[in-house]
Every structure is written in C-alpha cells, then in structure tokens.
C-alpha cells in the first residue's frame, strides 16, 4: 500500500465493524515459534468489515524478511552497513480467524471515518518504510500514563501500525469509548541516561561512523546464536552495550540518521504494557503480564516499584 489509490473507497453511509486482532509470531523454526509463545510474542492487525456485505479488509505492517536476523544490519567486509529490514503495509480482502488468538471488536465506523482512515494509512506506510523493534524511553516512561512524556523514539512493527491506527481512528471520528481493558502488546525498550539526551551521529565523521559499524558488527553475533529466551537475547544485547560505554545505537526507519543513545538501569528490557489508546486512561506496568498470565520478571518488577512518580 503506498498510495491511496491501493485502497478502496467505500459508501459514505455504510457501516462498518472494526477489530483489533492478534495473534503469535509465526516464525517458521519450530524453536523460534516456542520462544514466542512463552514468551508472548506477538503480531497484531486491524480487521475492516462492511456490514452490509460479505466484503472485509484485513490491514497488517509487516517486514518482507522477518526473521531474527532482520532486526539488524549486517557489517560487510568493506565495512559497509547493509540492512535488509524492508517493511510494508498491506491489506487482504480475507483473513482465516483461527490464526488469531485474540479479537477485539472495538466499535461501528461509517464509511466517513473509515475513507479517513484509509488516506491516513499510505502515510504510516511511506514514514515507516524499515522495521524497527526498539524504542527509546527514560526509566519513568516504564509507567503507561507516564510513556508520552517520556518517550524519545519509537518502533516500527505491527504494534506501532496497530495502536497508531487505532488513534487514528479515533481522529477521524470513531468512538471506540466502549473498549477499556488493556490492549497488551509488546515493547523492547532501551532505557535512556536522563541526563544524556538521543544525540544524531555525523554519518561524516570517520570517528563516530567506525562506532557505528563497529556496535552493529557485534550484534551480527547476537542475531546468530540460538537463544531458548527472549530475555536472553536482551541480556546478550546488554552485554554487548556495556561493553560499549553504556551505549547503544538507532536508525530512523528511513535509515537517514543514525543516533547515539546513553544507557540507564535497567539498560534494556522487554515489557508487556498496553497500548496509548487516546479514549483510554490508567494502567500500570503489572496489569499485562497479568492479563496474561506470565509472571513478571523480578529485576523488572523491582525497577518499577523503586520508582517514585510525581
């Protein structure tokens, strides 16, 4: 989908019904599928359909490679950076429901808000043309209510789609007030230093360039062990930042800048939390993990409850 002419415009007065779906990863390595089912791994979608007819639209942001090595470049010999993270937004006229292990009807649009919705979908697509796992929030930003005020960059992945999809809808007019449990998703989040703010990388300088290609050569090695855990692959990755001065690296999803980020306790860590719905209020970092019946890692649960929110 990269243009509004891919996509459909429907009757002004018609109604549709509009679901939030979600489902596991499906990775194709039966060891990779386990990890994400334990681990609640997820791939999240915006299901469209026209109540009047048998027509339905099922909307997915998905990496055209997705496999764990796609989450970051490779380092050629010639030290050349060469990423193969190429994401797209797509749409089918079918879905099987027994994919999905969650469905949430959030609410009736009219085909008004739904033609909104539709020229608002080409440009999350043409903004997010890679895919990216990572955000960036200060230690605080781990508190739901807290996260826009302290969230300093943001993923790229089916989540992103889905929960910015969903407010987009509620721009256009939607009311989806009916819907207030958690929608839970997934976060990888590196944990900012406060005192140190995301500063952009001159690609120009030859110092802070080697930096760059000299992180991401090596995660080459991360990407390529066979982890039984999510939380070891964010433990390796720690290791790997440590051994970097406490610091990490990111690209824009258009890879045209690069930025240095300064790390902070608990430096990286994968959440289940719910999503920043604009209808939707409350939330603190434990009720997805109960929700879904994961107990919370320990160092996690012991970071949040140290945190004092004013």
Known sequence: TKTRGDLPTVAPNDSFEVSWL?????????????????????????????????????????????????????????????????????????????????????????GVVLNKWLDWVPGFAAQHPTYNLWNVWDRVGMFPTMRDKFQFFRDSCCHRFTEDGL????????????????????????????????????????????????????????VGKKMGKVADMVKIWIGLVLKYGYTAYLADSD???????????????????RMNLPWQTGGDPKECWSQENVSMPQDLLMDTTSLVVV
Not at 213 to 218: H, K, L, N, R
Not at 265 to 272: E, H, I
Request: proline share 6%; glycine share 4%; charged share 15%.
């Open 22 to 110: 979600r489902r596991f990863v499906a990775f194709g390595d039966p060891i990779e599928y386990k990890i994400a089912q334990e681990a609640k791994f997820w791939h999240s979608a915006i299901a469209v359909r026209h109540l009047s007819s048998s027509m339905l639209m099922l909307f997915q942001y998905e990496a055209l490679n997705f496999e764990p090595s796609s989450f970051y470049p490779a380092v050629s010999p010639a030290r050349e950076i060469i990423w193969n993270n190429s994401a797209v937004v797509g749409w089918l006229p079918y879905m099987d429901p027994n994919e999905w292990q969650l469905n949430v009807k959030m609410g009736v649009v009219t």
């Open 167 to 222: 407010s987009a809808f509620h721009t256009a007019g939607a009311d989806f007030s009916a819907v207030t449990q958690p929608l839970c998703r997934n976060y990888f989040v590196i944990i900012q230093d406060t005192l140190r703010p995301l500063t952009k990388v001159n690609i120009h300088h030859p110092k802070e360039w080697s930096r760059v290609v000299d992180f991401y050569d090596g995660l080459q090695h991360l």
């Open 255 to 273: 890879l045209s800048n690069y930025y240095l980020v300064h790390l902070s306790m608990p430096y990286g860590v994968y959440l289940l939390q």
